[in-house]
């Protein structure tokens, strides 16, 4: 499958995607682990729909060595998460990016990703 056609994506979909995206970079590259990079992946694979190998040519210049894991798991898992986050928000109700109250319990929070509160980490990941 050379491009994902996910670019009928909505916004709030890939506001959703970003942690995931984000954890995954920090495994593989974690300098390289920050929103600008998820971004411009989000950018190049579902805004601009570029093949496969035009990503990897994209991130190249990045992610170097690291590269071929990268797309690879973008392929693999992208589609995927893109189905879950649409599942499981039909309502759309329990989402809204700012509304949500700071969690007191954070940075020691047991939620983790299921904290019905707002974690700051959410977007700059802790280690
Ligand atoms: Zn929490």
């Avoid at 190249?60 to 690879?72: I, R």
Wanted: charge should be positive; proline fraction near 4%; glycine fraction near 2%.
């Amino acid at each position: 499958m050379e491009r994902l056609n996910l670019n009928s994506t909505d916004l709030r979909t890939q506001q959703l995607l970003h942690p995931q995206i984000l954890k995954r970079i920090a495994q593989i590259h974690k300098r390289l682990a920050t929103r600008d990079v998820v971004n411009y992946i989000l950018l190049i694979v579902i805004e601009m729909n570029k093949t496969k190998s035009k990503v990897r040519e994209d991130l190249d210049e990045f992610f170097e060595s690291k590269t071929v894991e990268l797309v690879n798991w973008i392929w693999s898992t992208l589609p995927r998460l893109v189905q879950e986050v649409a599942n499981s928000s039909t309502d759309g109700s329990n989402f809204k990016p700012g509304k949500k109250r700071r969690c007191r319990d954070w940075p020691e929070c047991e939620r983790g990703e299921k904290c019905e509160f707002f974690h700051p980490s959410a977007e700059v990941l802790t280690m």
